[in-house]
């Protein structure tokens, strides 16, 4: 890539939450945020072992706690766990370095598949292997949510410089955001010269149908670029 990105960025997928126990789709923010859709105890631990994971990273890279910022999705699960990572690196949730970004919501799957069985996940990823710019019905496709993690990024480009910033989202928006950051890394086209505009041209079918191989255990932490 020929554009130089002003930070470092580790992606985790949020930790076991009370939907993954239940086995249901929680997709839409108006469930999302709800309290009772946090993490579940399991999860909580997840979160914990994540943040010292990314610690040692932290150490291992030199980097300071002053240069950490934790960004995150406003749903109930993702901020349960952004606040366990901070308390672990003994960070103020409430200050500066902690940062909720709408764009880094689920993907919503629509009204079809809300508060049914994890089982139909399935049925969406074929919707996606077929044609990742269609979603299913009244939900959002990986194009759709592409977009929306491009402007994110580009949130995060501009207000930070030199961060090591932790991605704190979900299972699909995260396999996603791998997807085209990945193959902007790979990118070899001259005429764009801003981050941005680099993410925008790879959101092409036969890169973003790909996105299931970039798959994230609940509470995985993962560097990436």
């Known amino acids: 890539m020929s554009v130089v990105i002003k930070n470092r960025y580790w992606v985790l997928r949020h930790g076991k939450s009370i939907p993954n126990e239940r086995g249901l789709i929680v997709s839409s923010m108006e469930n999302g945020t709800r309290p009772e859709f946090q993490l579940a105890p399991d999860g909580v631990n997840q979160a914990q072992l994540a943040a010292q994971l990314f ?21 109930a699960r993702t901020s349960h766990t952004a606040k366990v990572v ?7 949730f409430e200050g500066p370095q902690c940062k909720v970004i709408e764009d880094l ?16 996940y399935e049925e969406i990823w074929e919707i996606d292997e077929k044609d990742p710019l269609v979603g299913p019905e009244g939900g959002e496709s990986v194009k759709d949510v592409a977009s929306r993690l ?8 501009s207000e930070f410089e030199g961060c090591a910033i932790l991605v704190v989202s979900h299972g699909d928006p995260l ?6 950051l990945h193959a902007a890394n790979q990118h070899k086209e001259p005429t764009y010269n801003d981050f941005a505009s680099i993410l925008k041209a ?19 932490l993962r560097g990436v670029i």
């Open 55 to 75: 610690q040692k990273e932290l150490e291992a890279n030199n980097i300071p706690l002053s240069n950490v910022r934790i960004c995150y999705s406003p749903f």
């Open 86 to 92: 901070a308390t672990v690196l003994n960070l103020p």
């Open 105 to 120: 919501r689920e993907r919503f799957f629509g009204p079809s598949f809300e508060l049914l069985s994890h089982d139909k």
């Open 150 to 157: 491009t402007r994110a990024m580009a949130i995060m480009e």
């Open 175 to 180: 396999q996603i955001l791998q997807t085209i």
């Open 202 to 220: 790879v959101q092409v079918a036969p890169i973003l149908s790909q996105h299931r191989k970039y798959a994230l255990l609940t509470g995985e």
